[in-house]
């Protein structure tokens, strides 16, 4: 679930059964840094209980656990958009059902290249060309 919060993108990835949320802060701030992300991701677990009849969590109120996935950073304040555009192309192009914490072995490193950072630019055009988006 990409999310933005005061102007910066990040990347949640929610088990809601489990109500574990993995996040990917690409300037690696805590989940405490955003204080409304609680109550989205608890509101997003009170509609998939709902959804499925579900009457209350089972490991009470307020008990999501959270997991800092420790993802490349990046370098500047204006990139954040297309970094979380890459974790969830790698994440889904890998189709694991588990996030490490560590990121993913295919695609650990400290912080994208321009050449990586550029690809997912080019793909996310490409992409918006065949919606035709742009015309």
Same mark, same amino acid.
């Given at each position: 679930?990409?999310?933005?919060?005061?102007?910066?993108?990040?990347?949640?990835?929610?088990?809601?059964?489990?109500?574990?949320?993995?996040?990917?802060?690409s300037l690696g701030n805590d989940w405490t840094t955003y204080p409304d992300m609680n109550v989205l991701i608890d509101t997003v677990l009170q509609a998939f209980r709902a959804q499925r009849d579900i009457q209350t969590s089972r490991r009470g109120a307020n008990s999501i656990t959270w997991i800092k996935v420790a993802c490349p950073q990046q370098r500047n304040q204006i990139d954040c958009g297309y970094f979380m555009?890459? +974790?969830?192309?790698?994440?889904? #192009?890998?189709?694991?059902?588990?996030?490490?914490?560590?990121? +993913?072995?295919?695609?650990?490193? #400290?912080?994208y290249t321009k050449d990586q950072v550029d690809e997912i630019k080019e793909e996310w055009c490409q992409f918006m060309i065949k919606l035709n988006v742009c015309s």
């Open positions: 679930m990409p999310n933005h919060y005061s102007g910066h993108w990040l990347l949640l990835a929610i088990n809601p059964i489990r109500e574990i949320v993995y996040y990917l802060d555009l890459r +974790f969830m192309r790698d994440t889904l #192009a890998l189709g694991r059902l588990k996030i490490p914490t560590d990121y +993913f072995d295919e695609f650990k490193c #400290a912080f």
